[in-house]
């Protein structure tokens, strides 16, 4: 006799005995039909696997949600674990059990961990406020940041004395259940690192901006100036010509951000006129901070600006501007576009 037969029999005998005990090949090919048959499920339904979880324990819950059929589907597999081994390790998670999926390719996916994947949008323009709003909503997070101011969530990330306004880059993140608001924020402001270290050495030579941090600011004022992709390069070759000339920026969103919770949607004169470190009517050069959070298209047109010569533009109203060149031209705008 062979050592390989020896194996194969040594393998088929506790099988065979253990059929044998539940009564034969019979009771065997019920089995198989029970390892085909769906799950008893009307819709999608989540489940939520904690560490150190048993196989035993899952299935006993299982059968009191009336998922498996009858109580012999949870012996049948129970046995066959034993028996043949595989997925009674299963890792820790959040699962989707669907309609029509059998119990062995659910515990399979368990066993590999092919958990639930969630996605979260950091959307062009939020405020770090908004983002905390937004965040906030987001149940499948671990919400560890409640309530803590943001110098306390900037230190906590690896980013003391930073201030928060526009360090997180907008896009779509996946993430898994558990995941802390602190992890996916030191996510985002890493991303944004990596976004503005490329920008910035693909930068056009001679900006009159002296970092990264200044290619920032200025992008989150394009950011909130235009929506539209054919105009940022526009809009910050504006902005880049009037740096050049010491000229202030003139900017609405940089007041409106320095107004903050007062500002009640309607920018008037007074505002204007009222001095603060975000008041570009008043104060030369860029704000402080960033006023929001740019994405990555006017990150390039921060520090890759088009256009030549334009030194104000106006909104005509339909989500577009109109640029000028001279003070003459840029008052015939208003007046077209604006004041009538």
């Known amino acids: 006799m062979s050592i390989g037969r020896t194996l194969i029999q040594g393998a088929v005998l506790p099988v065979f005995i253990a059929l044998s005990v539940l009564g034969g090949g019979a009771l065997w090919l019920d089995h198989a039909r029970f390892l085909r048959e769906p799950l008893n499920l009307a ?155 490329q920008i910035w050495s693909d930068r056009t030579p001679n900006l009159p901006l002296n970092s990264p941090d200044e290619a ?30 010491g000229m202030r920026l003139q900017t609405d969103p940089t007041v409106i951000y320095g107004l903050g919770e007062s500002f009640d949607g309607n920018l008037r004169l007074r505002d204007l006129r009222t001095d603060n470190p975000y008041n570009t009517y008043r104060r030369a050069g860029l704000p402080p901070t960033p006023i929001a959070m740019p994405g990555r298209d006017a990150l390039y047109a921060a520090v890759n600006p088009e256009g030549e010569g334009a030194l104000y533009f106006v909104a005509r109203g339909d989500g577009s501007h109109q640029f000028s060149s001279t003070l003459k031209e840029h008052e015939q705008a208003v007046r077209r576009y604006q004041l009538q």
Not at 94 to 113: D, H, I, K
Not at 227 to 245: H, K
């Open 216 to 245: 920032l600011i200025l992008a989150s004022i394009i950011e909130k100036e235009t929506g539209r992709a054919d105009e940022r390069g526009l809009i910050a070759g504006v902005f880049i010509e009037r740096l050049r000339r």
């Open 43 to 197: 819709k999608e339904e989540t489940v939520l696997l904690e560490a150190g979880l048993n196989q035993t324990a899952l299935l006993q819950h299982w059968q009191e949600q009336g998922w498996l059929r009858h109580g012999r589907d949870r012996l049948w597999l129970r046995l066959r674990q034993k028996l043949l081994g595989g997925t009674s390790h299963l890792q820790k998670g959040e699962y989707l059990l669907r309609p029509g999926e059998t119990l062995l390719a659910v515990l399979g996916r368990m066993q590999r961990g092919d958990v639930v994947i969630h996605e979260f949008t950091i959307v062009e323009g939020w405020t770090f406020a908004q983002l905390r709003e937004a965040l906030a909503r987001q149940p499948a997070l671990d919400h560890r940041s409640a309530g803590w101011g943001s110098a306390e969530i900037m230190s906590a990330i690896g980013r003391r004395d930073l201030h928060p306004e526009g360090r997180f880059l907008p896009e779509t993140y996946a993430y898994t259940r558990g995941m802390s608001d602190l992890d996916f924020l030191a996510r985002a402001a890493r991303a944004m690192d990596d976004a503005l270290e």
